[in-house]
Structures are given as structure tokens and as C-alpha cells.
């Protein structure tokens, strides 16, 4: 977290598409331009009340909302669970009741190289393809033996064929020859929006006193949905924690050959018993039933220790949140009480959108499941609504459901007041593929890869809990890439739908309406209101 004085304005991290507004213009009970600063003796001339600067400026004896001449004005209670009350605004005039870094680069994160040592123990590697009938035909089986060691075919054989003889050897760990560098984390995706404390004369403990039409916010800690009278929400990152990193040194055997070697195949598993030479390579051998083989003899040689590529792991995660809810006129909001939390997402040029900010869960669709009555008007309705087996055990309420068809998912859109991803500026991408990765034409696109700034990767795991996992996040939104396979609004004149799959932004899929399998789920977009 970055420190300033507190008579600077300290800007908070929050998402794109978070709306600002300028500071609220104080009101007096006269002319608000002759408001005398904060430690003057006299108040305004004709006696009236500034009510926004905790002085008793009229001297009767009651300050700010305590003076009559502030009827404008109103004490605002802390709602429950809010750790603060403040207004939006540029800049502040007065304490900020947020500070978050806003100082944040992106450089590349470099790892450094690796030197390897010679290799050690070499010994010869071959590769034996196994047959089921005379001829090597018939199923295949392989065994890889190394010298001085046994392998099995996974069954009986009557046929051998060497597909390759090599060598092998041991290498170290390796060792770095090079700095690690690692930048700070990367804040592609944020927008800079400022809080300003109100002030608290004249109102009692827990209360602040503003404009009684001020579209005044409230500041949770944590993420958390806003209640219904606040409902535009913005998530703000106070806090991240850098977890990039650099896989450690390796190197692997490359290269070598092997000279003199015996091949031997053996009608046990353990290599003793009868046996039989395979004399020639390249070529088919008949043989007696055979399940095991083994090297012996011959010379390794040529065996280079290689470096593997290092690769970088890890995210710039958020460590701490908190959630700003404003009343509605703020700005746009988005739908509230039914599925995920939404984020507002707002392109430079274009209209802006809600987004959930996870998977729809298992809890949420159990939910829509006792409140719905009729299926979807859709081309193969669903009568109970049911993903494929169900229903989910408890235990499994915060993963994302799946098993969902489209016309499930889009029907449970719209019971949220929401509806399934689409293009960009209302409708639906049409099946059009390449509509549907084109951050510029698709919702879904837009945010997964924070308006194209961001190439999202994330190891996709449908069995994590919906939004647990920081480095499957972008602009407060989770698992867009990393999570389960999500259905969007996106269907061509033959019923096909798309849904975005695997563990970037740009894989998809092709869909008949109807189907569903495992880790395939869906999220809703929505228009603000």
C-alpha cells in the first residue's frame, strides 16, 4: 500500500468502467461564494451557514446538519458492515477515505539462464513395439528398457520390433547464470477513482452529513454485493501481492548413441528365464510369447546435458479488496439479488455493460430452480430445467454448476434480470468466431482480456471454488479463462451455439443448443440501468 500525505488525493485502483463525478458543490445558507476559510473568525456576511466545513460560520451555536440553515442537507448513517461513507469525486478537498497503489508497472518478467555440467551415467535406451500376432500385426504394446534394467509389455507378444536405439544419461539441476528479474505487478485494467471523506458536524457517532440528494457511498471491506438502495458497485484493489516467478533450473539429456548393444526379450515379466536375441534392427522378429525386455552390453556415447527453457509461473494478485457502493445516481448500476455479484465494465467508445463477476454456482442455480416454473421458450426445451445429474451435493455449492444446456443458462439470465454475453453494443455475435474472440465485437472477449490489453491465461480447474483463485482474475472478474466452459449468446441459423472454453481467452467451441457435459457452465451479462 502507498502512503501520502493526507492533504493529497490519494486515487483508488479500481475497474474499468468505474464513472467519476466532481466534487459536490457545498451549499450555504448565502452565497456559497462568500464562504470563509476553515480557521476565520467571522462567518459569511448575513449570518448564513456553510454546512459542509464542521465550523459553526452563522455563530448560533449548531454546525453543519445541526443548523437550520442546512435543510439541504441530511445525516447519513453508516449502513451495516460499511467501514465508511465518502463521496466520488477528481479530486478531494478534504481526506481521503480510500488509499490504494496507483504507482504500479509491467514490465516483462525475465528469468535468467542455465548452465549444465557433463553428463553422468550414460547408458543405452531403446524402444520395442510389441505385436499380438506373427507379422507385427495386431495390437501394439511398448516397452522401454534402459541398460541394466527390466521392462514389461503391458501384455504378452509375438512379435518384436526395434523402433529405436539411443542413449541416455543423468544430469543435475543446473545452475542459474543469470539474474532473476521480476517486475512489479501489472495494473493494465485499472482505472484511477477517488473517495473523499464527508464531514461528520453536526450529526451523531456513525453518521455523515451531505446533501440529502448526494449520491453518497459506502466502503466495505472485502468484496461483497451492494445493498439494494447503493447498487452501483466498483471493487477496489487496496493492496497486491506479487507471486510471478521463474521455474528453477533443469537439464535434460539430449542426443547420443549406442554402440554394440544386445537386445533382449524374455517370456516372464522379470527378464529371467528363456530368451531369445533380437539379432536384427529395423525389422519385424517373430518370436515365442514374450513379455519383457532388456539391454545388455553396449556403449553409450555422445550424451549432452541441455537446458530446459525456464518458465514463469505465478500472478500479481489482489491481496486485499474493498467494495464502493453508491446510490443510483452515481452512475449506471447493475442488477442486483439474484446470481453473482456484477462488475461494470465500460469501453473507451461504446456503450458499457455488467459482467458477473463468477461462474454462476451450483447454490445460485438451486436457487432459480425453486423459483422457476416453465422452461425456456427455446428449440429444445428443458422441461425440469435440471443440469444432468442433479441435484448437487451441499458440499459442492460454491463450485460453478455445470452440465447446463444454453437454453438452461439463458433462462436462468433471465430470471436474474440478466442475460447471457454477447456482442458488444447489444445483440448477439451470430456464431461468428471470429467475432466472438475479437475484443472490439464481444462482451465476453472484452472482459476476459481487459479490452484487449491482457493476453489471459489461466490452468483451467472447474473443481475450484467460483472465484477463489487470484490469478484467474482480471478487473475485479473471475475465472474468464481458468474456469469452467461458458455458454454465450452467440448462435448461427442452424442452432450451433458458441461456448468459450480451456484456459485462454480465445478457445471456443461449437454447440448444439442441448449439450452438456462436465466443467461446461456459463456466466450472465446484463445492460445497466
Not at 451557514?49 to 443548523?67: K, Q, S, Y
Amino acid at each position: 500500500m502507498i502512503g501520502r500525505a493526507p492533504t493529497l488525493a490519494i486515487v483508488l485502483a479500481a475497474l474499468v468502467g468505474g464513472c467519476t463525478l466532481d466534487a459536490f458543490e457545498p451549499m450555504v445558507g448565502v452565497d456559497a461564494g462568500e464562504r470563509r476559510d476553515a480557521g476565520g473568525d467571522a462567518g459569511p456576511p448575513g449570518g448564513g451557514e456553510i454546512c459542509d466545513n464542521g465550523i459553526d460560520d452563522d455563530d448560533d451555536g449548531d454546525v453543519d446538519c445541526a443548523d437550520a440553515d442546512c435543510g439541504a442537507y441530511a445525516c447519513v448513517p453508516l449502513p451495516a458492515g460499511a467501514i465508511a461513507l465518502g463521496e466520488l469525486s477528481d479530486s478531494c478537498d478534504r481526506e481521503e477515505v480510500l488509499a490504494a497503489p496507483t504507482d504500479l508497472e509491467s514490465p516483462d518478467l525475465m528469468c535468467g539462464e542455465c548452465a549444465c555440467g557433463a553428463p553422468t551415467a550414460q547408458r543405452c535406451t531403446a524402444e520395442l513395439r510389441g505385436h499380438r500376432l506373427d507379422g507385427c500385426s495386431g495390437i501394439s504394446p511398448v516397452a522401454r528398457p534402459a541398460e541394466g534394467t527390466c521392462d514389461n509389455f503391458s501384455s504378452a507378444v509375438e512379435a518384436v520390433e526395434v523402433v529405436s536405439l539411443g542413449a541416455t544419461a543423468t544430469c543435475g539441476a543446473g545452475t542459474s547464470v543469470g539474474p532473476d528479474v521480476v517486475g512489479r505487478p501489472d495494473a493494465r485494467g485499472l482505472a484511477p477513482v477517488t473517495v473523499c471523506a464527508l464531514p461528520t458536524a453536526g450529526c451523531d457517532a456513525g453518521q455523515v452529513c451531505a446533501p440529502a440528494a448526494a449520491p453518497v457511498c459506502a466502503v466495505f471491506d472485502g468484496e461483497v454485493e451492494c445493498p439494494p438502495e447503493r447498487p452501483v458497485r466498483r471493487v477496489a484493489i487496496t493492496a497486491t501481492e506479487d507471486l510471478r516467478g521463474c521455474s528453477p533450473c533443469a537439464c535434460r539429456p539430449g542426443g547420443g548413441s549406442c554402440a554394440a548393444a544386445i537386445l533382449e526379450v524374455y517370456d516372464t515379466d522379470t527378464c529371467t528365464g528363456p530368451m531369445q536375441e533380437l539379432a536384427e534392427r529395423g525389422r519385424c522378429e517373430d518370436t515365442p510369447l514374450v513379455r519383457s525386455a532388456s539391454i545388455r552390453g553396449g556403449t553409450a556415447t555422445g550424451v549432452s546435458c541441455q537446458a530446459a527453457p525456464r518458465a514463469t509461473d505465478g500472478c500479481a494478485a489482489p491481496r486485499t479488496r474493498q467494495t464502493v457502493c453508491c446510490a443510483r445516481s452515481a452512475g449506471p448500476a447493475c442488477p442486483v439479488g439474484r446470481g453473482p455479484a456484477m462488475i461494470l465494465v465500460t469501453p473507451p467508445s461504446g456503450s458499457p455493460f455488467c459482467v458477473d463477476a463468477t461462474e454462476v454456482t451450483n447454490a445460485q442455480y438451486r436457487d432459480f430452480l425453486a423459483a422457476a416454473t416453465t422452461p425456456p421458450a427455446c428449440p429444445v426445451p428443458n422441461a425440469t430445467l435440471e443440469p444432468d445429474e442433479w441435484p448437487r451435493p451441499a458440499v459442492e455449492d460454491d463450485l460453478p454448476v455445470d452440465r447446463v444446456d444454453w437454453c438452461d443458462a439463458a433462462a436462468f439470465c433471465a430470471w436474474a434480470g440478466k442475460r447471457l454475453c454477447g456482442a458488444l453494443g447489444g445483440g448477439s455475435t451470430a456464431g461468428d468466431r471470429d467475432a466472438e474472440r475479437d475484443p472490439m465485437r464481444s462482451e465476453w472477449s472484452y472482459a476476459c482480456t481487459a479490452g484487449g490489453t491482457r493476453l489471459s491465461f489461466c490452468p483451467s480447474d472447474g473443481d475450484a471454488p467460483a472465484g477463489s483463485r487470484d490469478c484467474c482474475e482480471v478487473m475485479g472478474i473471475h475465472d474468464l479463462a481458468g474456469g469452467v466452459e461458458e455458454w454465450v449468446a452467440s448462435c448461427d441459423a442452424s442452432g450451433d451455439c458458441l461456448a468459450h472454453e480451456g484456459t485462454s481467452c480465445s478457445n471456443m467451441g461449437s454447440n448444439a443448443v442441448d449439450d452438456t457435459w462436465r466443467e461446461l457452465g456459463f456466466r450472465c451479462c446484463a445492460d445497466p440501468s
